[in-house]
């Protein structure tokens, strides 16, 4: 017993500094606070509590870990009373510091993502994907019906995947519409130096501007020079067409005269250290060091005087002051100056960069840090039934017995999906390398049945798999399904597509069931990444006057060429099985009036911690409009538990609006976007940072878009070849059969 006592113990220790951990890190205003490197904080914390034989020791090792960096708090004994937070008396001239989370700011990810500071200049890291653009665009009267060229002289100087210069050319039709664009996005300028590119494309007849100008797409320098923009005559020669200041000769107050030049986180300057032509040329930069805010981000805030009191376990509690005062250099509060210095020298001393998850205070130090990301900022705790604290000892007590890296990869996905977050998932680029077998796997009719083969020797369509290496196959994905996070639908999808992964190269051996005759196959796992059949056109004609197009595929540029024909066809399939590849204007030739729903998208505006009191949400929608032509005739969607995020965001205005039946099976029930953050040790944590409600308010998470008309596989269907969905669907739009 002795032995099980001391382990509740470190469990104790660990949970206390957890709580602690969250509670001063995103509530507490302090400047020492925002001083700290709160990853290394973790690590070096998790050891010093660790050690703590009682909670009269682990009280003493809070206080030396946290008063330091938070001044004011307090841990007291749970019989005892906090002293009151004591306010200044004369408050001139001081001003309130306290935190605002619109959602949470994790870093470079967090797109639309904050945490900052009232009164404080807070850095906005700057996202890795923003687009730093210079801009020009001149009347299109003149040259409607012809063809342009847009050529400008470009070098760059990036690294690392999506950080690239490109060239755009756009022409602007009446009534907002898009007439031809090009922006290199399939030809990305990444050589580091000088050359000339061209962009050429067609004025449509009731153009109204033409819009041009060179961007940096993510982080790095790009220089332009030398613009120069023409149109064809009649007699096939290019004709030049003025811009205002081509060479970025001009400046006014150190930006380009004539040209717009603004976008958060980039700097424009005019250099005249060598230019391609004249003197001077544009730099574009951002070296990925974000901007300044200070502000606030919505209306409300802790005022001092504010505390929250908090139970820690093991028979201690803390008192956190919300809002404290500063003047006009620091946070007031009694400091201990070499406490917070000694704390920071030991910080300095860990190499974060050399640790890895083989280290078990890196472990633990990452389940710390994910817990509380989670616990006061996942939006979805009001519908997923999970005991979130009870869960922070279950991953404790199993992450102490891990003993590699690998181990808790699995431990901290098993974490994730008790979240029911189909977003959620630990990525790390050792452990994710796995392999597959040379065929792709569904569940139909309660059966592991194989719906695509690359090995056709050996696997054919509708091969049942009973069992691989004794394991039965059902076995297999519920095995898998522990790790994952999401809906069961979801889930499900999920495991039969990762059926079995394990090391390349290595050999299993594969129960069969064909034909009613059970036999075995040895077959190696070789597959990396995706297996996929050539399926059908992009936008197809499949019988008289029906159009099927696959949106995964075929984008809104392909789609628009066509509209007139879609718009007037007998029926119209749009396959959403899958991920829509930009084209949801497609739901404007859809709508019979404006969308009105404003509200279906939810960022929460926190101040107080463990989600208590949210005092409001960012809300959004897309307020789609309509668009001619209206498209007249029968149209169905097909979708199945693979339509996840942006893909259930566009079907919900086909099932709100009832804009055409919804063959298939439910989607994945998981929408919002991801707001990832890393964790020591090489892990990715990816999740759901806002809400996403369907547009009558009701619930969409784990739920999804249901289908009008459900429609499942069968083994038989497999075998033959034929798409079951594709079919129920044509029959619709045949009018064989009437909508349930």
């Not at 470190?10 to 400047?31: A, C, M, W």
């Not at 870093?107 to 009164?119: H, K, P, Q, T």
């Not at 332009?224 to 006014?252: A, T």
């Not at 389940?367 to 979130?388: C, E, L, R, S, T």
Request: aromatic share 12%.
């Amino acid at each position: 017993t002795m032995l099980k006592a001391e382990e509740k113990q470190e469990i104790q220790n660990l949970r206390s500094f957890t709580k602690l951990y969250g509670y001063v890190k995103y509530f507490h205003p302090s400047d020492e606070a925002s001083e700290v490197d709160w990853d290394k904080f973790a690590i070096y914390g998790v050891e010093r509590v660790l050690s703590a034989k009682s909670s009269e020791e682990l009280k003493v090792i809070l206080e030396e870990l946290f008063l330091p960096i938070a001044p004011t708090i307090q841990i007291y004994y749970s019989d005892e009373k906090p002293e009151s937070f004591v306010i200044t008396e004369d408050n001139t001239d001081l001003e309130v510091v306290a935190w605002q989370h619109l959602g949470v700011g994790l870093g470079a990810f967090s797109n639309i993502y904050r945490s900052i500071r009232v009164n404080r200049e807070n850095l906005i890291p700057q996202p890795n994907y923003g687009f730093g653009t210079v801009t020009q665009s001149i009347n299109a009267k003149d040259y409607r019906g012809k063809e342009i060229k847009l050529e400008a002289y470009v070098r760059t100087n990036v690294s690392g995947s999506g950080n690239q210069g490109q060239l755009w050319l756009r022409v602007d039709r009446k009534d907002k519409d898009m007439g031809f664009f090009d922006n290199m996005n399939d030809r990305p300028i990444i050589i580091n130096e000088w050359k000339e590119y061209e962009i050429v494309g067609n004025v449509a007849d009731d153009a109204e501007y033409i819009v041009f100008g060179c961007f940096l797409k993510g982080l790095g320098q790009v220089w332009v020079d030398g613009f120069q923009l023409s149109y064809k005559d009649s007699n096939g020669d290019w004709q030049p067409i003025p811009i205002e200041n081509p060479g970025f000769e001009e400046e006014h107050l150190g930006k380009p005269k004539m040209w717009s030049a603004e976008s958060p986180g980039y700097t424009y300057k005019i250099e005249n250290d060598n230019p391609q032509i004249g003197k001077n040329c544009l730099l574009i930069e951002n070296k990925g060091e974000g901007y300044i805010f200070k502000g606030t981000l919505f209306d409300e805030y802790p005022k001092v005087g504010e505390v929250v009191n908090k139970e820690l376990g093991s028979g201690l509690f803390c008192q956190i002051p919300l809002a404290i005062y500063s003047d006009s250099t620091r946070t007031l509060g009694q400091k201990n100056k070499t406490s917070f210095e000694n704390l920071l020298s030991e910080l300095n001393k860990i190499d974060i960069d050399e640790l890895t998850t083989d280290n078990e205070y890196v472990r633990l130090g990452d389940v710390v840090i994910a817990w509380n990301v989670f616990q006061h900022f996942y939006p979805y705790f009001d519908v997923v039934d999970v005991d979130w604290n009870e869960e922070l000892t279950i991953t404790f007590e199993e992450v102490l017995t891990n003993q590699n890296g690998k181990d808790f990869y699995y431990s901290l996905n098993r974490m994730i999906a008790k979240l029911k977050d189909g977003h959620g998932h630990a990525i790390h680029e050792v452990y994710d390398k796995q392999a597959g077998f040379m065929f792709v796997v569904n569940w139909i009719e309660n059966q592991v049945v194989i719906t695509l083969s690359k090995d056709t020797n050996n696997f054919k369509l509708g091969d049942i798999i009973l069992s691989i290496d004794g394991v039965p196959a059902e076995q297999i994905l519920i095995n898998d399904e522990e790790f994952i996070s999401g809906s069961p639908q979801y889930k499900r999808k999920i495991s039969t597509y990762r059926f079995s992964f394990g090391g390349e190269g290595t050999i299993a051996k594969i129960k069969i069931k064909r034909n009613g005759e059970v036999f075995e196959i040895e077959a190696g796992r070789n597959r990396k990444g995706h297996l996929s059949k050539n399926g059908r056109q992009r936008i197809e004609e499949i019988e008289e006057s029906i159009y099927y197009i696959n949106l995964s595929k075929a984008d809104m540029q392909e789609i628009n060429e066509k509209i007139d024909v879609i718009a007037d066809a007998k029926g119209v399939i749009f396959d959403l099985r899958g991920y829509p590849n930009s084209n949801h204007e497609i739901i404007s030739y859809l709508l019979t009036k404006p969308d009105t729903s404003k509200a279906w998208m939810r960022v929460s505006q926190i101040i107080y911690p463990d989600q208590e009191n949210i005092v409001g949400f960012e809300e959004y929608g897309w307020e789609m409009q309509t668009k001619e032509p209206h498209i007249q005739g029968k149209v169905v969607f097909l979708i199945d538990g693979r339509a996840i995020s942006y893909c259930e965001s566009f079907m919900s205005f086909i099932e709100h609006y009832k804009l055409a039946e919804i063959v298939g099976q439910p989607t994945a029930g998981t929408n919002g976007n991801v707001n990832p953050f890393l964790l020591p040790g090489g892990f990715k944590i990816r999740w759901t940072g806002m809400k996403v409600l369907k547009h009558d308010g009701s619930q969409h998470h784990l739920i999804g878009i249901q289908p009008t008309v459900p429609v499942e596989r069968t083994i038989q269907g497999v075998i033959e070849g034929r798409d079951e969905f594709l079919e129920k669907a044509l029959e619709i739009i045949e009018g064989e059969t009437e909508s349930e």
